[in-house]
């Protein structure tokens, strides 16, 4: 079942969309936490939409064809997001949020990054730009910013009769169960989730 489905126009707004989603934790459907550029650039696709299928991923209507009443325009969207999502949530990980914590706490938590990185150094924080200039804000009081834990990932798989190891997926054309031996199409879920889609002859794997 289609949720939201927006209408965009340019490159730039197709990367808008999906940045908003990306920060509420969703993936792109087929190959991961990408823009998928060419597929707005080669393809011509213009229709970015949230799909539920007991679970929410990001596709697109290649042909241009979703006409459903749920339909928006790029703008529409983005003043919903400013209206709704006054409060910025960025997705860490356990050790990156446990340094972010532990700054938080401190007196002069800039100064302590600066002078005391040595302290740090085993927790290889990689954030990108725009989670680095939330995070100064988040430290210099920002109420609108806060962190969270990223929930781990899975992946269910099966070895085949010549050895050959098996993704779990979902049809992109049609909705339905199959597999895959391409590891970037396969399914991945929280472990509460991924359980759902287990049955004997699936095994579990960490997708990170």
Same mark, same amino acid.
């Not at 190959?31 to 213009?46: D, H, M, R, V």
């Not at 929410?56 to 459903?68: A, M, S, T």
């Not at 927790?123 to 929930?151: H, M, N, P, W």
């Not at 054309?173 to 991924?194: M, N």
């Given at each position: 079942?289609?949720?939201?489905?927006?209408h965009?126009?340019?490159?730039?707004?197709?990367?808008?969309?999906?940045?908003?989603?990306?920060?509420?934790?969703?993936?792109?459907?087929?190959?991961?936490?990408?823009?998928?550029?060419?597929?707005?650039?080669?393809?011509?696709?213009?229709?970015?939409g949230?799909?539920?299928?007991?679970?929410?991923?990001?596709?697109?209507?290649?042909?241009?064809? @979703?006409?459903?009443d749920?339909?928006?325009?790029?703008?529409?969207?983005?003043?919903?997001? /400013? #209206?709704?999502?006054?409060? *910025? %949530?960025?997705?860490?990980?356990?050790?990156?949020?446990?340094?972010?914590?532990?700054?938080?706490?401190?007196?002069?938590?800039?100064?302590?990054?600066?002078?005391?990185?040595?302290?740090?150094?085993?927790?290889?924080?990689?954030?990108?730009?725009?989670?680095?200039?939330?995070?100064?804000?988040?430290?210099?009081?920002?109420?609108?910013?806060?962190?969270?834990?990223?929930?781990?990932?899975?992946?269910?798989?099966?070895?085949d009769?010549?050895?050959?190891?098996? @993704?779990?997926?979902?049809?992109?054309?049609?909705?339905?169960?199959?597999?895959?031996?391409? /590891? #970037?199409?396969?399914?991945? *879920? %929280?472990?509460?989730?991924?359980?759902?889609?287990?049955?004997?002859?699936?095994?579990?794997?960490?997708?990170?």
């Open positions: 079942m289609a949720e939201t489905v927006v965009v126009t340019t490159l730039d707004q197709w990367k808008s969309v999906l940045d908003v989603w990306f920060k509420q934790g969703y993936e792109w459907f087929s190959s991961g936490n990408t823009y998928a550029e060419k597929t707005f650039e080669q393809g011509g696709a213009n229709q970015l949230l799909v539920d299928y007991g679970f929410k991923y990001i596709v697109c209507w290649i042909n241009n064809d @979703y006409d459903g749920n339909l928006i325009e790029y703008k529409q969207f983005m003043a919903q997001q /400013k #209206e709704d999502n006054k409060m *910025e %949530t960025y997705y860490v990980k356990q050790e990156q949020f446990d340094l972010i914590e532990e700054l938080k706490e401190r007196e002069y938590p800039l100064h302590t990054l600066l002078t005391s990185s040595g302290r740090y150094k085993n927790i290889k924080v990689e954030l990108s730009s725009q989670e680095e200039k939330a995070l100064l804000r988040y430290l210099g009081g920002d109420k609108t910013v806060e962190f969270k834990v990223k929930e781990p990932l899975y992946r269910l798989y099966l070895v009769v010549r050895g050959q190891r098996n @993704y779990f997926t979902i049809s992109n054309a049609t909705a339905l169960p199959d597999r895959t031996v391409v /590891k #970037e199409k396969a399914f991945v *879920e %929280t472990l509460e989730e991924i359980k759902k889609w287990q049955t004997p002859a699936w095994d579990i794997e960490k997708a990170d």
